[in-house]
């Protein structure tokens, strides 16, 4: 166990017994096979969380809370961890990241990818970095961005029945700043697709600006390959 304090103790992820190296289940990315997604069911409590726990990292950025606010907080944190653990789950029943009639999957590690639509060659869309992203002076974290591109170009090159892939390579270009704020948009296409290799590219724009380009090599797993 380690913990940042004794009030509120927070257990190491190594302690989750329903994860581990060897584990992963082969080709375990929720394949894409309509960009299209469902009309929004009236009532579903999960994507309502989703939204809420982004929000909520925003508005975490954003803050600058009294101790006491902080304290509570903590708190009822780790009243919400004590309540999810024993509701832990293997991967392939896990629900974060596995929801793919969600904008963004339904998962808050990379940021929300609003699909507008798409097809067999590419994938575009919008994304609008929160405060949670920021890296420093009003432009998004470096990291992030090729977070978006992995997400962006994960999905597509393991998409329209195309066997399992991963990422081998992905090289991202900073053109200029990516506001943190703004709603950009997203272009994935692919460039290439020869035996197990499929090249892709992807671009992030703010208006005309391209903020970011990437170009990424996904290789197809072999059998046996996790
Ligand atoms: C819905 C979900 C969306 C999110 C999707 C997210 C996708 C991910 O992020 S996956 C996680 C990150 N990636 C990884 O962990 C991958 C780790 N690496 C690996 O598992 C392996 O290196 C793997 C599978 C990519 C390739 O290994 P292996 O199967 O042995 O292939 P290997 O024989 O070396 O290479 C196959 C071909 O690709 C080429 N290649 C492989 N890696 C590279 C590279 N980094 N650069 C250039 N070429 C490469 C090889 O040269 C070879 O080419 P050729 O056939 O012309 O000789």
């Known amino acids: 166990m380690t913990s940042v304090n004794e009030k509120h103790p927070v257990p190491s992820p190594i302690d989750d017994p329903t994860l581990g190296l060897g584990s992963a289940e082969p080709g375990g990315f929720p394949q894409v096979d ?15 969380m989703v939204a809420n726990l982004r929000s909520f ?16 907080l903590a708190g009822d944190l780790a009243a919400w961890r004590a309540r999810l653990a024993p509701m832990s789950v293997s991967e392939r029943e896990q629900v974060f990241a596995h929801r793919t009639d969600l904008p963004g999957r339904g998962q808050t590690m990379s940021p929300n990818f609003a699909i ?31 977070l978006l591109f992995d997400e962006v170009l994960g999905r597509l090159a393991n998409s329209a029945g ?5 990422t081998a390579y992905l090289h991202t270009d900073f053109r200029a700043i990516t506001p943190v704020g ?7 296409w692919f460039v290439s697709e020869e035996g197990r290799k499929r090249v892709v590219r992807a ?21 046996g390959q996790p």
């Open 34 to 48: 309509s960009w299209t997604l469902p009309a929004a069911p009236e009532d579903d409590p999960y994507g309502d």
């Open 116 to 146: 507008e639509g798409g097809d067999r060659d590419g994938v575009w869309g919008t994304v609008t970095y929160g405060r949670y992203y920021l890296g420093g002076n009003g432009a998004v974290h470096g990291g992030a961005i090729p």
């Open 57 to 72: 990292l925003d508005h975490v950025a954003a803050a600058k809370p009294d101790n006491a606010t902080v304290a509570e």
């Open 203 to 223: 671009e992030l724009k703010d208006g005309d600006t391209l903020c970011a380009e990437a170009e990424g090599l996904f290789v197809a797993l072999n059998p």
């Open 162 to 166: 195309r066997s399992p892939c991963r």
């Open 182 to 188: 703004r709603q950009l948009s997203v272009r994935g």
